[in-house]
């Protein structure tokens, strides 16, 4: 089966600090990678689209300058938190997709729990 | 616009009972469903998936049908074991988004006791 991993699994930082957040698909080509983040108890929220090689699709309401997507390549996407802050803390989750247009299943990596201090 | 409405949670039922877990949704053009699940700490695992009408998504002993005729596609169980225990969520690809971004459901936690 189709397998993305993300990494770290868990990041605690103090107030101020950047953080990078790793997502690979280990087994299939990503052509799109998606960002959601995720409040205690709650559905996900879709940040971020990210297409390979192009600039990432924000969602109304997410600053694109805090929250900076890079989808470089086939098989990485990364996101970093820029100056986070308390608020920021939540899990944040990726996943991936083969293809660009398509109704096809998207794979979730474990998430990463980030805790601003 | 597009959505999903999923049965409010928690459930909690005792080993080897039934479980359904409704999922409605709205949406134009023909959208894909899908059921994920999610345990504690973890991200979302693919459960089934349906693509079009009629069509009936099944792994592990869950299974669901694609009903156009009642937008619907509940998730079913014969027979849950405490492993069961998670948050399920009920998803659309919204084909009107260009991205086929998904549209999720507000989750279902299920708590099965041995």
């Known amino acids: 089966g189709a397998v993305v991993s993300q990494h770290p699994s868990r990041v605690i930082c103090k107030s101020g600090t950047s953080v990078k957040i790793e997502c690979r698909s280990l087994?299939?080509?990503?052509?799109?990678m998606f960002w959601y983040r995720q409040f205690p108890k709650q559905s996900l929220m879709l940040m971020a689209t990210?297409?390979?090689?192009?600039?990432?699709?924000?969602e109304q309401g997410v600053e694109k300058d805090k929250f900076l997507i890079n989808h470089a390549s086939l098989t990485l996407s990364t996101l970093t938190v820029t100056s986070a802050h308390p608020e920021d803390s939540s899990f944040y989750i990726c996943?991936?997709?083969?293809?660009?247009?398509?109704?096809?299943?998207?794979?979730f990596g474990d998430g990463t729990r980030l805790s601003i201090l | 616009g597009n959505s999903v409405t999923q049965m409010e949670g928690p459930v909690t039922l005792s080993e080897e009972a039934f479980l359904t877990i409704n999922c409605t949704y709205t949406a134009t053009g023909y959208p894909s469903l899908f059921w994920y699940v999610q345990y504690p700490g973890e991200g979302l695992q693919l459960l089934l998936k349906?693509?079009?009408?009629?069509d009936k998504g099944s792994n592990k002993g869950f299974e669901a049908t694609y009903r156009k005729e009642t937008t619907s596609f509940h998730l079913e169980k014969g027979s849950v074991q405490v492993s069961d225990s998670a948050v399920y969520f009920c998803a659309l690809s919204d084909p009107t988004s260009g991205t086929y971004k998904y549209i999720f459901g507000t989750g279902t936690r299920l708590k099965v006791l041995a």
């Open positions: 087994d299939f080509q990503a052509t799109t």
């Open positions: 990210s297409n390979e090689g192009s600039k990432a699709t924000y």
């Open positions: 349906a693509t079009k009408a009629d």
């Open positions: 996943s991936a997709r083969k293809d660009v247009y398509s109704n096809q299943p998207q794979h």
